[in-house]
């Protein structure tokens, strides 16, 4: 079994795979609540939190299964992240490997939101990736915006990313400026059932180009500018208008990318992952392009699309090219790790199986 510890930002989080990808197990601990009332993620507290989350997270797991001899390897999110919590995460990895005689892998966060989709598809028990490959993915969440390829051999390239605010930044803030407290996406989207995504004109950029790239900074602009121009009871009457407009203008920009990426290349399947991936409206438009282009859609599955520990341990099982090794206790944290960054020293997938 392959143990994941996940700790990137305000989730602490581990999670048991078996060396086919399947999961036996997940245990996380939310630090959404004690966040909401400072407005956001604050990252002192969130260092705290993990301190004090991840040896009840561990004796709960191991009253269920003996990790000590029931795994083989531990696999830990190493970067991007807030550096702090991701301090944490590796010192608990790193300490249970020389406690266990444990091999420790570092995974990169990105990528295991990148792998994410394929979690529950089966692959390596009812799916081969011959049948999902080439494929394209959406990464969305609040700190990134990525258009990705995995071609035939698990390499990935991006193929277009935000030159400036990330959708799930411009959803949260969005909110914010229409008084809706944090986390603000969640509840834009829940505001936006209601409301015409017609009542309001607001931009998509880069709409008339050929140019594969995001941009959202402009729209949360709009919608400053459009709040300054109502009066108090005008933004109140139409509230869900405005929620579903300015939405619609976010949603549509990923699609119409992603519509672009899709006539460029031959891909099996389509990917939407990251924390922005459980919008329905985004879910809905990929699920209906990807049935208009007859290939599979692949969303991550509701607990897998934000921060979690199974996409990290999975993303140990089939990322061989994206794991950072803890060779002579070398991991360490990289905050700013891109998803297309490689380490030097790439391990086999049979190495995660042998104690060090």
């Not at 071609?151 to 030159?163: G, N, P, S, W």
Request: glycine content about 10%.
């Amino acid at each position: 079994m392959i143990l994941g510890i996940e700790s990137s930002c305000d989730e602490s989080a581990i999670a048991l795979l078996n060396e086919e990808g399947e999961i036996l197990g997940e245990w996380v601990n939310s630090q959404i609540s004690k966040h909401a009332e400072y407005g956001g993620v604050v990252p002192d507290l969130a260092v705290g939190e993990h301190l004090r989350n991840f040896i009840p997270l561990l004796e709960i797991a191991n009253k269920e299964y003996d990790l000590n001899k029931e795994i083989s390897a531990i696999a830990v999110t190493c970067g991007p992240g807030l550096v702090g919590c991701l301090g944490i995460g590796i010192s608990v990895a790193k300490s249970l490997g020389l406690i266990w005689g444990k091999t420790v892998v570092g995974v990169n966060h990105l990528r295991g939101h990148a792998f994410s989709p394929f979690i529950s598809s089966g692959i390596g028990t009812r799916l081969a990736w011959s049948e999902v490959l080439p494929h394209l993915g959406l990464l969305v969440s609040g700190g990134n915006t990525l258009l990705f390829e995995l071609d035939r051999d698990r390499k990935l390239r991006i193929l277009a990313k935000t030159v400036d605010d990330a959708v799930g930044e411009a959803l949260d803030k969005g909110a914010k400026l229409l008084g809706i407290p944090y986390p603000g996406g969640a509840k834009l989207e829940s505001y936006a059932e209601n409301g015409s995504s017609s009542a309001f004109s607001f931009p998509r950029a880069f709409k008339n180009t050929s140019e594969m790239k995001f941009s959202f900074s402009g729209l949360k602009t709009s919608l400053l500018y459009t709040l300054k121009k109502m009066s108090k009871a005008e933004i109140s009457d139409s509230f869900a208008d405005l929620c579903a407009s300015y939405q619609s203008a976010a949603i549509e920009q990923l699609v119409s990318r992603t519509q672009q990426a899709i006539k460029s290349g031959h891909y099996l399947s389509i990917g939407l992952s990251g924390g922005v991936a459980n919008n329905k409206k985004l879910r809905t438009s990929l699920l209906e392009t990807a049935r208009s282009e007859e290939i599979s859609f692949l969303p991550a599955r509701m607990q897998h699309s934000g921060d979690n520990a199974s996409m990290v341990a999975f993303a140990s099982l089939v990322d061989e090219e994206g794991l950072w090794s803890n060779k002579q206790q070398s991991l360490s944290f990289r905050p700013s790790l891109g998803l297309e960054e490689l380490s030097n020293h790439s391990l086999k997938r049979a190495e995660l199986f042998e104690s060090i």
